[in-house]
């Protein structure tokens, strides 16, 4: 492949492979969906009666509805919209967890369980088990299991790792974390909108989910899905616009875990992204997804000193994958397929320092391409392409 010349290489459209990050770009209707909202309907939902703010009570309710076609919930109100994964899961551990608790959590986990338990260990005396995944990024269910404790209240799980790309058994770890009286969280930043994802169906507790990945929506939605038989102790209080003369937080969901004005245009592009996936189908994307990743792993691990992490060629994965090549830095790889080629895709430790002591990365970090909406064999071969010019440059 030709290096391109910076001059020239401006003109050219972006080949965006950080689709794990957050995806881009988003199909034509959520972008039309946020701005209708915002130029029609965006009065503040819940907070009065007149025909706006109707309006902007049924965008949230009619996002609720298609989410809970898409990851299985049943009734649309055991989803509380929040502003990211992140606040999501916090959400989930602060309002759930008690002293004294013990959890269990796997080395997949993102810092946003990751650091919210560490921090939990000294206010909440929280003790807090991390269970090992092999270079594949699986764990053994039979090592979960001896885990347990009489204090154990919580199994946390990252159904996707954003770095290896690996699917862990949400179902069987839900089944696991029943059968010893404890709850569980999936944390589903990964695999939503990219691979089925089954709530009910697997009897998840609690799932954390962004609205700006594979579910195509705008930056600042996500959200959590809380069991109908469980509650949570609101983790931000505040306005609802429901029983308003109470000093406490209502009880209704999903005003008890929603105060403040939520963000209605986004919401509205995110119903219109998820509308995006339920119409290709979740089995389809997960298929095309996985066929791409193949490619892509193929291609780089035939260029030398390439080491590909996670699951090996032909296992199941996600469009994650992650690389690390003899002595290059990954933050010069990136540079270089960024200035160089006009490809966007990450570098570093990727908010998961658990996963990269688990790969052997801590010390190096790796470039992490990750696929989404609208990636393409051609551009999967361009990365490959880039890959190989810069491997034999820098050797
Ligand atoms: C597995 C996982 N969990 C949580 C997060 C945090 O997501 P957000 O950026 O929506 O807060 C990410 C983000 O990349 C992630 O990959």
Redesign the pocket.
């Known amino acids: 492949m030709e290096r391109v010349d910076t001059e020239i290489k401006a003109e050219r459209p972006t080949i965006y492979l950080d689709h794990?990050?957050t995806s881009w770009p988003k199909p034509p209707a959520v972008y039309e969906a946020v701005l209708h909202t915002l130029q029609n309907d965006a009065a503040n939902p819940g907070r009065g009666s007149h025909r706006m703010a109707v309006r902007a009570s049924r965008v949230l309710f009619n996002c609720r509805k298609v989410l809970g076609r898409l990851l299985d919930i049943r009734n649309p109100v055991d989803i509380a919209f929040t502003g990211?994964?992140?606040m999501a899961?916090n959400m989930a551990i602060q309002g759930f967890l008690r002293p004294g608790d013990h959890v269990i959590a796997t080395m997949t986990e993102?810092n946003?369980v990751w650091r919210p338990l560490e921090a939990l260990k000294q206010t909440l005396q929280l003790q807090v088990d991390y269970v090992p995944v092999d270079s594949q990024g699986q764990l053994d269910l039979l090592q979960v299991d001896q885990l347990f404790q009489a204090n154990t209240r919580l199994l946390i799980c990252?159904h996707s790792s954003?770095l290896l790309g690996s699917i862990l058994p949400a179902a069987e770890l839900a089944e696991l974390a029943h059968r010893r009286g404890a709850r569980i969280l999936l944390?589903i930043?990964?695999s939503a909108g990219h691979i089925p994802v089954r709530l009910q169906e697997w009897k998840i507790d609690m799932a954390a989910f962004?609205g700006?990945k594979g579910l195509l929506g705008p930056q600042g939605t996500?959200g959590l899905y809380i069991a109908p038989d469980m509650e949570l102790e609101p983790w931000i209080y505040g306005g609802t616009g429901s029983q308003s003369e109470a000093s406490g937080q209502p009880a209704v969901r999903p005003d008890r875990y929603e105060p403040g004005t939520p963000n209605t245009p986004g919401i509205a592009g995110l119903a219109a992204g998820v509308q995006h996936v339920l119409e290709q189908s979740v089995s389809h994307i997960a298929s095309q997804e996985q066929q791409l990743s193949h490619q892509m792993m193929e291609g780089l691990l035939s260029i030398p000193g390439v080491q590909v992490l996670g699951p090996e060629l032909g296992r199941e994965r996600t469009g994650i994958v992650s690389f690390i090549m003899e002595h290059q830095d990954p933050a010069q790889i990136a540079f270089q397929l960024d200035r160089e080629f006009g490809i966007a895709v990450r570098a570093g430790m990727h908010?998961t320092p658990l996963a990269h002591r688990s790969a052997g990365t801590i010390g190096t970090g790796a470039v992490r391409a990750s696929i989404g909406y609208g990636s393409t064999a051609d551009e999967v071969q361009a990365l490959i392409e880039a890959v190989r010019w810069i491997a034999r440059q820098n050797k």
């Open positions: 794990a990050a990211n994964t992140t899961l993102h946003s990252n954003n944390d930043a990964q962004p700006h996500g908010c």
